[in-house]
């Protein structure tokens, strides 16, 4: 096999199974573009804050997602990568509709990956959100770390 | 009267009937020291990621309502302020216990209120997670901005 | 007159001459895309650091005046806008070439404009560092802001 | 000897000589404390920016500088750690005055020491900045990693 990143059917399994609250928010993985991972959160009248849009904490939850199934399209089953550090910027409003969740890999190091995401609200052209982040990589097995 | 930040009682209606994440997640007001917030999350299986700890998400969901409390404590009413910017650095990963985070206002501007916020899992003496963010604060009514 | 930014020989007065820092590593303003800048550092051997390559501490530097640049460039002459926030993730190590920061609006509010920059060594393909900021604008003469 | 880490003259020097941002701004090492260390900018006119306060890049680079002190305090002379991300929220303008910057490792892992840095200006009793960052830490040698 070539490949030793997940499938789209993997990473979907992994996050609807294993993680409670991409299984609440039932977010879906659209694709896994090359070194990067296209993750949506369906439009929910529950998923919303005060002012009637969808609340920070599902922008953050939903992009972290995304950080982690392009890192788990790239390398593998690596199941226990956890996020180091995630820096967010809200920048306008979603709407009352699906939120697209564009996550790339900047750096793949032997100890970190730095992706940074593009949150985006269907229907509407500006960028909802620009978030950063890295996730630590656990050491391979056998490699002693 | 002469404070006019809304009381424990006050945050604890607003997160929990108005943000459906801190609803799900059964956020408790703990307190309102000068300047800051203290809220919990209660240790629920139904929070964990693989491996058994509680979930980033939870963590950066928490922080986000601790500066909001925080803010509410000490303006009031602002339900419209919303979050700019939040960064975190994930530390120590939490045991099965309750989650703490202690915010507190570092800058309190026309605009924007920067706030920091320290996450500690009960039971274990080093942060779990350190968080920093800003606050959008609406203009005040009558000022016309 | 169309447009009120400023243009790049403006902008390179500017940081040439109010701005110690960026007229110490010798910033030169390569031009104003729509909505951003691109500035660059020619390279010396007075900015590195232990190991030699050129320090952190100019790639910051850089990436905030690139974001200076790209606001003057769209908003005219705000001189007094400030940073109120910055956060880099260092990716690759530069080369010995010259520091380039493409830097892009992703918003531009009342009160606050937020900008990624992305940091490029001459002769590298790889991203060098990845850059997110916002700045805080000040209000408007005339409407007691 | 009990303790691995450098001494304050050992950084001192180190910063003196070593990295030429520091020696142009005149960092001073005023003392290590315990998983920290406190460094100093002393105030110059040339380090001013538009409206006549230090400059953000001069107090990042403080910032930076005082990570990397307290690391090499703490861990001795790692001098190829890296800065992995660097966070910074500016709160209030600094005076002119002395820069200081106190900062504390939060964690210090095999791989990530994350810290966080409070910047004062002498005679001012506010923050000035609140810096938050992480840095890469080389693996020990004979470890393979």
Request: hydrophobic share 45%; proline share 6%.
């Given at each position: 096999m ?9 990473i979907?399994?992994l996050l609807?199974h ?6 609440g ?6 694709g896994?573009?090359?070194d ?13 804050r ?15 997602a995304?950080?982690?199934a392009?890192?788990l399209?790239?390398?593998g089953a ?5 996020t180091a550090n995630?820096?967010i ?6 709407g009352k509709?699906?939120?697209?969740a564009n996550a790339?890999?900047l750096?793949l190091?032997k100890?970190?990956a730095?992706?940074e ?5 269907i229907?509407q ?5 620009q ?10 097995e056998g490699?002693g770390?």
């Amino acid at each position: 096999m070539d490949k030793k990143g997940l499938s789209v059917e993997d990473i979907q399994h992994l996050l609807s199974h294993g993680i409670p609250m991409s299984e609440g928010m039932g977010v879906i993985v659209d694709g896994l573009p090359e070194d990067g991972a296209v993750l949506r959160v369906p439009y929910s009248d529950s998923l919303v804050r005060p002012g009637g849009t969808i609340s920070g904490p599902v922008m953050m939850a939903l992009a972290d997602a995304a950080m982690y199934a392009a890192i788990l399209g790239r390398l593998g089953a690596v199941i226990m990568a956890v996020t180091a550090n995630l820096n967010i910027h809200f920048l306008h409003r979603p709407g009352k509709s699906d939120l697209i969740a564009n996550a790339k890999i900047l750096k793949l190091g032997k100890r970190l990956a730095v992706c940074e995401v593009a949150l985006y609200s269907i229907g509407q052209p500006e960028m909802v959100a620009q978030v950063s982040g890295s996730y630590s990589l656990p050491p391979e097995e056998g490699s002693g770390g």
